[in-house]
């Protein structure tokens, strides 16, 4: 019963690398999210996607790319990496039908 | 711009006293509104939830909340606070026309024995 599972969990990268982080869900869920946690500004929402091929912007979406190959898996890349990119980054899904969403345990990546 | 506001960054209380966290929304069409806790170094946790009809919901762990349409706030609530209460909560709002979902800033709940 795995849920949503974030890889990796801890990350160190330096300024301009370029790496991805990977959410995968086993629930069969349509809608699938990237945010980052901040403290003091919660969790702001990075790109989301509807279902399978596609993607949409959110609040923060400067510096980030996502894809959405597989319903399953919802992949989040840093391009090159930036000394304010340093957060927890957490991925979460829901059903069409549903409504709250289930969260992954969290990336916590930092960037020096 | 659909947003949620958590006033409070942190809130203080004695064990077995009552608790609220609060929580207001921006007006915008019919929203969704949740209620989740983030415990250290873990993800978060669904509570509970507003879709539609009693404004007055129960969730997980003895908590509830209600849904005030004229005030545009959805409080969490508990009558008895547990020590173990302790962690960081966040509102979450979705609209009915809208996909994405938009976190408060958390608060921070201590329960003191």
């Known amino acids: 019963n795995a849920g949503v599972t974030q890889t990796p969990k801890f990350r160190v990268l330096k300024t301009g690398q370029s790496m991805t982080l990977l959410c995968a869900q086993d629930m069969n869920h349509e809608y699938m999210y990237w945010y980052r946690q901040d403290p003091g500004m919660g969790l702001r929402l990075i790109h989301y996607?509807?279902?399978?091929?596609?993607?949409a912007k959110g609040e923060v979406p400067d510096g980030y790319n996502v894809s959405r190959l597989k319903k399953q898996n919802f992949l989040l890349g840093l391009e090159s990496a930036a000394p304010s990119q340093t957060s927890v980054y957490f991925c979460?899904?829901?059903?069409?039908?549903?409504?709250?969403?289930?969260f992954g345990q969290g990336t916590r990546l930092t960037v020096v | 711009a659909q947003s949620v506001a958590q006033p409070e960054d942190q809130v203080n209380v004695a064990e077995g006293n009552p608790l609220t966290v609060k929580c207001t929304y921006s007006v915008s069409g019919n929203p969704y509104l949740f209620w989740y806790v983030q415990y250290p170094n873990r993800g978060l946790q669904f509570l509970l939830k507003?879709?539609?009809?009693?404004?007055l919901v129960k969730g997980s762990y003895g908590f509830e909340a209600e849904f005030n349409k004229s005030q545009t706030s959805f409080h969490l609530k508990k009558p008895s606070a547990l020590v173990s209460d302790s962690a960081l909560y966040f509102c979450a709002v979705r609209w009915h026309n809208n996909n994405d979902m938009r976190f408060g800033a958390g608060t921070r709940l201590t329960v003191k024995p």
């Open positions: 979460a899904s829901r059903s069409h039908r549903g409504t709250e969403a289930f």
């Open positions: 507003y879709i539609t009809g009693d404004n």
């Open positions: 996607s509807v279902g399978e091929g596609t993607t």
